[in-house]
């Protein structure tokens, strides 16, 4: 049952699975551009009871039950989250260091906090964007007609009070023309932790440049995995696999 946590005047919903961030490591998963606590699945719960770490899942400003955006996104609105919401979250939650869990736009905000003065004690990405490629632009474009033509609104709405308004205010921004300069490559010699990136060999939103670029730039150790027959979301398209991988990667930071 997912519970509220009231963040710079928003409320928050998450959900809390394991032991509290006094008696284990905690992870603390960052969904992706769409995303919300429901569309991790059951992903998180068994991550956190493989691991017998706590997990900390939750739907950001405008996502899931979240209160809804009081105003639409600007072209910064990862460093945002990164910056201002998620320190705010972990000093609530009194958790210290985290490992994060990034899918997507998540796993950007995950690389920008630990770029820009945060001290995770790891991450795990799948599918981040380090800068905008053609073929993620393209995608959105056809996602946004597909909301127009199909079902789309109505499986979003399952998932997000807010359905029009995020996904309104979250196309606008990756579809402006000035968004096709954000970049955050300028804070990866600062992630000095140990870092996994997962991402699918058909990927309709990104290509192995991100995950190569992360090998190369990133200032602590970088484990880069690429998926045969795996979308966008590896932990939806081969959960077990996913958990397999990540669970060995936590283990090793021991």
């Known amino acids: ?32 551009g769409l995303g919300s606590i429901s569309q991790w699945r059951n992903f ?22 979240s209160d809804a955006l009081s105003a639409p996104r600007t072209i910064h609105f990862m460093h945002d989250e990164a910056t201002e919401v998620l320190p ?11 490992i994060l869990i990034g899918h997507s736009d998540g796993a950007s905000i995950a690389l920008i906090y630990a770029g820009s003065g945060g001290d995770p004690f790891a991450l795990a990405l799948e599918a981040p964007h380090v800068f905008v490629e053609d073929v993620t ?33 979250w196309t606008d921004v990756w579809l402006r023309p000035e968004f096709r300069h954000w970049n955050i490559e300028a804070y990866l010699p600062d992630v000095r932790c140990p870092t996994l990136v997962i991402q699918g060999k058909q990927d309709e939103y990104g290509t192995d ?23 966008h979301a590896p932990h939806v398209d081969q959960p077990r696999h996913v958990e397999d991988i990540m669970a060995r990667f936590i283990r090793g930071l021991e």
Not at 45 to 65: D, F, P, Q, T
Not at 142 to 166: G, P, Q, W
Not at 222 to 231: F, T
């Open 1 to 32: 049952m997912a519970e509220y946590v009231a963040i710079d005047g928003a409320r928050l919903e998450y959900v809390w699975h394991g032991p509290p961030p006094l008696h284990a490591p905690t992870l603390v998963f960052l969904h992706e």
């Open 44 to 65: 998180p719960a068994e991550l956190s009871s493989r691991l017998g770490c706590g997990a900390l899942v939750y739907s950001r400003c405008g996502h899931g039950k």
């Open 88 to 98: 705010r979250l972990l000093e609530v939650f009194e958790i210290r260091r985290p």
């Open 137 to 169: 632009v393209t995608r959105i474009a056809e996602l946004r007609e597909l909301y127009k033509t199909t079902d789309l609104r109505t499986k979003l709405a399952r998932h997000h009070t807010n359905v029009d308004s995020l996904f309104q205010y």
């Open 209 to 231: 440049r991100q995950v190569n670029t992360l090998i190369a730039a990133l200032g602590g150790r970088c484990e880069g995995i690429m998926l045969d027959d795996c979308g």
